[in-house]
């Protein structure tokens, strides 16, 4: 169990500029999740792969944002014409499964930050 | 919408006291309940969960109950550490059935222990 790793830990764009986000996570973990956190506040959910299937989104994933995870392994997170209010942590979680009544570990990534000058 | 409220942090302890964090929700249904901790540098990591009415969840010296008529889940421990300075998050998720477990979040209390 190496965990999960995300790439890079730092990104700083400017306005307008494309970027894209990697993450791997445990290898056996079918599930894998992206989360947004700002400052002083906790991550918010903003889509769910099991597999390679996109199984839900948020509509805080506006239409700028695409994710994909092909071949169920690694995912990428893309942002395009960021803008300034892009600008925060972006977790990556991922899960094996969920026990009958709920309750599903997640284990998580460090993030990666992203500034948006 | 589901949702989490935990007490303003940053909170501040010395050594071997007695923690409490506050933690109320808000959800249809049964959901789950979660303490994720998140150490300086690193990534979230559970703490503890409890799934139905009445369960504790424990883990290193913490522990919370779930209880519905309160609907809260307060995070104590005994007699804290340095070490265990860090920022802990509040969460649920819904049991649906249909295979959606994301998270809701609270936004998180600092607690900091000094020796």
């Known amino acids: 169990d190496t965990g999960v790793s995300q790439d890079p830990r730092h990104k700083i764009t400017k306005r307008g500029q494309n970027v894209t986000f990697r993450c791997d996570p445990i290898?056996?973990?079918?599930?894998l999740y992206w989360y947004r956190q700002t400052l002083g506040q906790g991550p918010e959910f903003l889509t769910y792969f099991q597999n390679e299937a996109q199984l839900e989104k948020s509509r805080l994933l506006s239409d700028r944002f695409s994710a994909e995870r092909p071949k169920g392994s690694f995912s990428t997170l893309e942002i395009q014409r960021t803008e300034q209010g892009d600008s925060a942590m972006y977790l990556c979680?991922?899960?094996?499964?969920?026990?009958?009544?709920?309750?599903?570990?997640?284990?998580f990534g460090s993030g990666t930050q992203l500034s948006v000058l | 919408g589901d949702s989490v409220t935990q007490m303003e942090g940053p909170v501040t302890l010395s050594e071997e006291a007695f923690l409490t964090i506050n933690c109320t929700y808000t959800?249809?249904?049964?959901?789950?309940l979660f303490w994720y901790v998140q150490y300086p540098g690193e990534g979230l990591q559970l703490l503890l969960k409890a799934t139905k009415a009445d369960d504790k969840g424990s883990n290193k010296g913490f522990e919370a109950t779930y209880r519905k008529e309160t609907t809260s889940f307060h995070l104590e421990k005994g007699s804290v550490q340095v070490s265990d300075s860090a920022v802990y998050f509040c969460?649920?998720?819904?049991?649906?059935?249909?295979?959606?477990?994301?998270?809701?979040f609270g936004k998180g209390t600092k607690l900091s222990v000094i020796p």
């Open positions: 959800a249809t249904g049964y959901p789950s």
């Open positions: 969460a649920l998720s819904p049991y649906s059935g249909a295979g959606s477990y994301q998270l809701t």
């Open positions: 290898s056996e973990h079918n599930r």
């Open positions: 979680a991922s899960s094996f499964r969920a026990d009958l009544g709920g309750g599903e570990k997640l284990f």
